[in-house]
């Protein structure tokens, strides 16, 4: 049975409560990620914040501000204003079926993974699809190979 550590995302980006908006965004666009989890000074799992949480902190283009108004705004926003803090969790011996219905059902994008309080990895949309992508070559590879005689 496959659990939720054989594909979680371990080699984690994250932030702290105390970091701003400006922070998060710039994370977000350099490392291409949609989720990012919030730790405390000892790694604990606090919070969340998303890019549609960014998305709806963000000064809208119609009130003609500038972006480096806007990065300015955002510089003085700590993440900690806006990060989600009723976050589903999940674990890393977890069942991955489990997961993968909870994502499904509650639409959700990621779940944070923790051992304990602690943050060790993510699990998201995306390291289900490489999934099916592996598990979809290795069909293509079984039905490929002539019957045995």
């Not at 480096?68 to 011996?93: F, H, L, N, S």
């Amino acid at each position: 049975m496959l659990i939720v550590r054989d594909i979680m995302t371990d080699k984690l980006v994250a932030l702290a409560a105390a970091d701003t908006l400006l922070a998060a965004r710039q994370l977000m666009d350099m490392a291409r990620i949609r989720h990012v989890p919030i730790v405390d000074d000892e790694g604990q799992f606090v919070g969340l914040v998303t890019h549609r949480d960014l998305l709806s902190a963000t000064v809208s283009k119609l009130a003609d501000i500038d972006a480096a108004t806007q990065d300015e705004i955002y510089a003085g926003i700590p993440v900690g204003e806006i990060m989600r803090v009723d976050v589903k969790q999940t674990t890393p011996g977890a069942s991955l079926r489990d997961a993968a219905q909870s994502l499904l059902t509650h639409k959700y994008g990621c779940l944070p993974v923790v051992d304990g309080k602690k943050l060790v990895g993510i699990l998201t949309e995306s390291d289900f699809i490489r999934l099916a992508i592996v598990l979809m070559d290795a069909l293509d590879n079984v039905e490929a190979e002539p019957p045995l005689e």
